[in-house]
């Protein structure tokens, strides 16, 4: 959404969408954060545009961390904040939302929904 890419759109309906809730963990949190940063946002303006979005921070905790190591072993070639994203997905039971049509085929035990 953040870049104007397929599946952009989307992520839009989600966010503004009460139901269902959307949680975001912290380390993927300032992967948003410096995607913004880079490209070109102030500093002081983006947490406010962040919290407008009206997403759920959850802190990266102990848990996650080793299931995203773990997720090292079926997708190698994830990197750490999307299996960040996949593990805050499984410590909740929850649907992880990606554009990235490769985590479809992961055998990780949580239910992804691809964007595009």
């Not at 989600?14 to 500093?43: A, H, K, M, Q």
């Not at 805050?88 to 479809?104: E, G, R």
Request: charged fraction near 25%.
């Amino acid at each position: 959404m953040i870049q104007g890419e397929p599946g952009g759109d989307k992520v839009a309906r989600l966010l503004l969408d009460p139901e269902p809730s959307v949680y975001v963990s912290t380390l993927n949190w300032s992967e948003v954060f410096d995607r913004l940063l880079r490209s070109g946002i102030p500093e002081e303006t983006i947490e406010p545009l962040m919290g407008r979005l009206g997403l759920q921070t959850i802190d990266f905790n102990l848990e996650q961390a080793r299931l995203a190591a773990v997720y090292r072993l079926s997708a190698p070639a994830l990197s750490l904040a999307d299996r960040a994203c996949l593990a805050l997905a499984a410590t909740l039971k929850a649907t992880a939302w990606t554009a990235d049509k490769a985590w479809a085929r992961l055998k990780v035990g949580v239910d992804v929904e691809v964007l595009r």
